[in-house]
């Protein structure tokens, strides 16, 4: 996929995974470089105005009283950036830096920044070469926007600071001369300009939702399999009975729990009048209603993501006509309010994703299988502490699930008096998605035991793809063996895709 900017098209979800976690190329158009340059007219203008303009012949912050001569502006824009890019901690993650770095290249292509068209171009040219600014963990509080990591990015192409290049940690200046690429003297206002958005917090939700979108069918085919495993009913999953409650992500969360157990003769053996079970667990007959809630409101974030996407975020802001404004649109409540949201139901989903690996290790609920589906129970203690991990992993996403957008610290000698820390939201956020992937694996890795032990019985085609390629990478029942390598084998499994992929290829695509 080659990612094309174009002015009044925001990004997507999938282009922005394309260039962040699988680099595909960037390209900036002929319509956004006219427009660039059009826009950058506007800016030279009021730059060689006797009137003073914020951010283009003034300070900046709480220093915005000062008029700036011209024989220091370049020495201003370049002071604004090192100054600013003064995060601290370890490193973000390569898809991060690089996917804030598109979103801002995204705005300048708008060319309501006014940056000149060789600015805006680097910027592909340092996403198309490979180089990644080093960007650490702390330094936005999500106002004005993620000063502090997109300055970071901006330093990288003056050729100063650290980038990862090649493999390896090394100078903006040789990276760029590696590249064979000049580093970019700024001129008025583009300092600002590259540093004054949302696109950290933006980047890091879009990410997510992409991710949380795959996971959410984990978590159906995790409940598929736990409902065979457990000797469940399919009954509740009804269509007819999801109709009465006519939420769209239940529905689609039910319809696919019925596609993945279909023809199950797992639940097909206790139909009869014989089983005298009335209802199951909420762990099992409440999956959609949870995983469904879930949809719904990854779907909302989304919709926050789409518009935040297809804004033009910088302050001051240049019009269509050339008027400069100054303005609040950097400030990422939207974008913050959106990533503490969505670390709630996922939290959620893990939740019960541990209730029903619990009740299959417990002999007294498990109807009929062995304890912790252990070979020999007392001997060997299976699957026990698995279980452990997916409770200290599910206590920990309920911490996370507590929101960062109700702080504000104040800043900037009080200019800048309440603050997003949408940055810290999309931070905790990661941890949330990569948290829930770890759970549903060994929720998987259990009912896929559980499965194993109900033979004869053989679980649904769906499940059962589920349980031979993950036979490919983690053992079947048997004495005890050292798990971790399992449970990292199956968490790959889950976050790389193949497992879902190796299930759809026999279901069909699911919703």
Same mark, same amino acid.
């Given at each position: 996929?080659?990612?094309?900017?174009?002015?009044?098209?925001?990004?997507?979800?999938?282009?922005?995974?394309?260039?962040?976690?699988?680099?595909?190329?960037?390209?900036?158009?002929?319509?956004?470089?006219?427009?660039?340059? %059009?826009?950058?007219?506007?800016?030279?203008?009021?730059?060689?105005?006797?009137?003073?303009?914020?951010?283009?012949?003034?300070?900046?912050?709480?220093?915005?009283?000062?008029?700036?001569?011209?024989?220091?502006?370049?020495?201003?824009?370049?002071?604004?950036?090192?100054?600013?890019?003064?995060?601290?901690?370890?490193?973000?993650?390569?898809?991060?830096?690089?996917?804030?770095?598109?979103?801002?290249?995204?705005?300048?292509?708008?060319?309501?920044?006014?940056?000149?068209?060789?600015?805006?171009?680097?910027?592909?040219?340092?996403?198309?070469?490979?180089?990644?600014?080093?960007?650490?963990?702390?330094?936005?509080?999500?106002?004005?926007?993620?000063?502090?990591?997109?300055?970071?990015?901006?330093? $990288?192409?003056?050729?100063?600071?650290?980038?990862?290049?090649?493999?390896?940690?090394?100078?903006?200046?040789? $990276?760029?001369?590696?590249?064979?690429?000049?580093?970019?003297?700024?001129?008025?206002?583009?300092?600002?300009?590259?540093?004054?958005?949302?696109?950290?917090?933006?980047?890091?939700?879009?990410?997510?939702?992409?991710?949380?979108?795959?996971?959410?069918?984990?978590?159906?085919?995790?409940?598929?399999?736990?409902?065979?495993?457990?000797?469940?009913?399919?009954?509740?999953?009804?269509?007819?009975?999801?109709?009465?409650?006519?939420?769209?992500?239940?529905?689609?969360?039910?319809?696919?729990?019925?596609?993945?157990?279909?023809?199950?003769?797992?639940?097909?053996?206790?139909?009869?009048?014989?089983?005298?079970?009335?209802?199951?667990?909420?762990?099992? %007959?409440?999956?959609?209603?949870?995983?469904?809630?879930?949809?719904?409101?990854?779907?909302?974030?989304?919709?926050?993501?789409? %518009?935040?996407?297809?804004?033009?975020?910088?302050?001051?802001?240049?019009?269509?006509?050339?008027?400069?404004?100054?303005?609040?649109?950097?400030?990422?409540?939207?974008?913050?309010?959106?990533?503490?949201?969505?670390?709630?139901?996922?939290?959620?989903?893990?939740?019960?994703?541990?209730?029903?690996?619990?009740?299959?290790?417990?002999?007294?609920?498990?109807?009929?299988?062995?304890?912790?589906?252990?070979?020999?129970?007392?001997?060997?203690?299976?699957?026990?502490?698995?279980?452990?991990?997916?409770?200290?992993?599910?206590?920990?996403?309920?911490?996370?699930?507590?929101?960062?957008?109700?702080?504000?610290?104040?800043?900037?000698?009080?200019?800048?008096?309440?603050?997003?820390?949408?940055?810290?939201?999309?931070?905790?956020?990661?941890?949330?998605?990569?948290?829930?992937?770890?759970?549903?694996?060994?929720?998987?890795?259990?009912?896929?035991?559980?499965?194993?032990?109900?033979?004869?019985?053989?679980?649904?085609?769906?499940?059962?793809?589920?349980?031979?390629?993950?036979?490919?990478?983690?053992?079947?029942?048997?004495?005890?063996?050292?798990?971790?390598?399992?449970?990292?084998?199956?968490?790959?499994?889950?976050?790389?895709?193949?497992?879902?992929?190796?299930?759809?290829?026999?279901?069909?695509?699911?919703?």
């Amino acid at each position: 996929m080659d990612v094309k900017l174009i002015a009044d098209r925001p990004l997507t979800e999938q282009e922005l995974v394309a260039v962040a976690r699988d680099g595909a190329p960037v390209t900036l158009t002929l319509e956004s470089l006219t427009l660039l340059a %059009r826009a950058r007219a506007h800016v030279d203008e009021l730059a060689s105005s006797a009137t003073a303009s914020y951010g283009i012949s003034t300070g900046f912050g709480a220093l915005a009283t000062r008029h700036i001569p011209r024989e220091l502006r370049a020495q201003l824009q370049r002071s604004l950036v090192r100054s600013h890019a003064a995060s601290s901690g370890p490193e973000v993650e390569t898809e991060v830096v690089r996917g804030m770095a598109l979103l801002r290249l995204q705005t300048l292509a708008t060319g309501h920044t006014g940056v000149r068209p060789r600015t805006a171009q680097a910027y592909a040219d340092l996403l198309n070469a490979g180089i990644t600014p080093v960007v650490r963990e702390y330094g936005s509080l999500g106002c004005s926007g993620d000063l502090a990591p997109l300055a970071h990015v901006a330093l $990288a192409v003056m050729g100063e600071g650290q980038v990862r290049y090649g493999g390896s940690l090394i100078s903006a200046a040789d $990276a760029l001369r590696a590249a064979g690429l000049e580093p970019v003297e700024l001129a008025e206002k583009e300092g600002l300009a590259l540093i004054n958005g949302t696109d950290g917090m933006l980047a890091m939700l879009m990410l997510a939702s992409h991710d949380a979108a795959a996971l959410l069918k984990v978590a159906d085919l995790a409940a598929a399999m736990s409902v065979e495993a457990l000797l469940g009913t399919d009954r509740t999953l009804a269509a007819e009975l999801m109709a009465l409650r006519p939420h769209p992500g239940q529905a689609a969360a039910a319809a696919n729990m019925r596609r993945l157990l279909q023809g199950s003769p797992i639940v097909a053996s206790h139909r009869g009048p014989e089983d005298t079970r009335v209802q199951d667990a909420y762990s099992l %007959r409440c999956a959609p209603q949870v995983a469904g809630a879930a949809r719904d409101t990854l779907e909302y974030v989304r919709l926050v993501a789409a %518009r935040e996407s297809a804004s033009a975020i910088d302050n001051p802001v240049l019009l269509d006509e050339g008027r400069i404004e100054s303005n609040g649109n950097f400030h990422g409540a939207p974008v913050a309010y959106a990533l503490d949201f969505l670390a709630i139901p996922l939290a959620d989903v893990a939740s019960m994703s541990e209730r029903r690996t619990d009740r299959m290790l417990d002999a007294h609920r498990s109807q009929g299988l062995p304890a912790f589906l252990a070979h020999d129970p007392g001997v060997d203690s299976g699957l026990m502490i698995a279980q452990y991990t997916q409770a200290g992993i599910v206590s920990d996403l309920k911490r996370l699930a507590a929101p960062a957008s109700v702080d504000s610290i104040p800043s900037s000698a009080m200019q800048e008096d309440h603050v997003s820390m949408g940055w810290s939201a999309g931070r905790k956020l990661r941890r949330s998605v990569d948290g829930l992937a770890r759970v549903l694996a060994i929720e998987v890795m259990a009912a896929a035991r559980a499965l194993d032990l109900r033979s004869p019985l053989q679980p649904a085609a769906g499940t059962g793809a589920a349980l031979r390629t993950l036979r490919t990478v983690v053992p079947g029942p048997g004495t005890d063996r050292y798990l971790s390598p399992e449970i990292e084998a199956a968490v790959a499994m889950v976050q790389s895709g193949a497992l879902l992929s190796a299930v759809e290829a026999v279901t069909g695509p699911l919703e």
